[in-house]
Nanobody, 121 residues
Framework: QVQLVESGGGLVQAGGSLRLSCAAS????????MGWYRQAPGKERELVTS???????IYADSVKGRFTISRDNAKNLLYLQMNSLKSEDTAVYYC???????????????WGQGTQVVVSS
């Protein structure tokens, strides 16, 4: 099994920055996608950004130009740098890996427990 643990959330004023981190408990045989999702109160979980096949990245329109996803392979970490935060960015942020644990296993989704981000206006 894989455990993903997010950190770095908190309370920040509008216009401020936060960096979220996601640590995986083990390395995977392969990673289809590594990404960040968020869920605001009363809303469905939505994709924020994702690295696809270790190369291309996609961003939700609402965060383009403000958020940046990155990874540190040596440390087995995934990051989300969030700048120019807005009140509408307030949500619980989840790390997600779609990965294969071995060469014999199929891909499956792994989720962290989430970290709360609150942006005050």
């Amino acid at each position: 099994q894989v455990q993903l643990v997010e950190s770095g959330g908190g309370l920040v004023q509008a216009g401020g920055s936060l960096r979220l981190s996601c640590a995986a408990s083990r390395r995977m045989f392969s990673l289809d996608t590594m990404g960040w999702y968020r869920q605001a109160p009363g809303k469905e979980r939505e994709l924020v950004t994702s690295i696809i096949s270790g190369e291309s990245t996609i961003y939700a329109d609402s965060v383009k130009g403000r958020f940046t996803i990155s990874r540190d392979n040596a440390k087995n970490l995934l990051y989300l740098q969030m700048n120019s935060l807005k009140s509408e960015d307030t949500a619980v942020y989840y790390c997600n890996y779609r990965a294969r644990l071995t060469n014999l296993s199929g891909p499956r989704d792994y989720w962290g427990q989430g970290t709360q981000v609150v942006v005050s206006s």
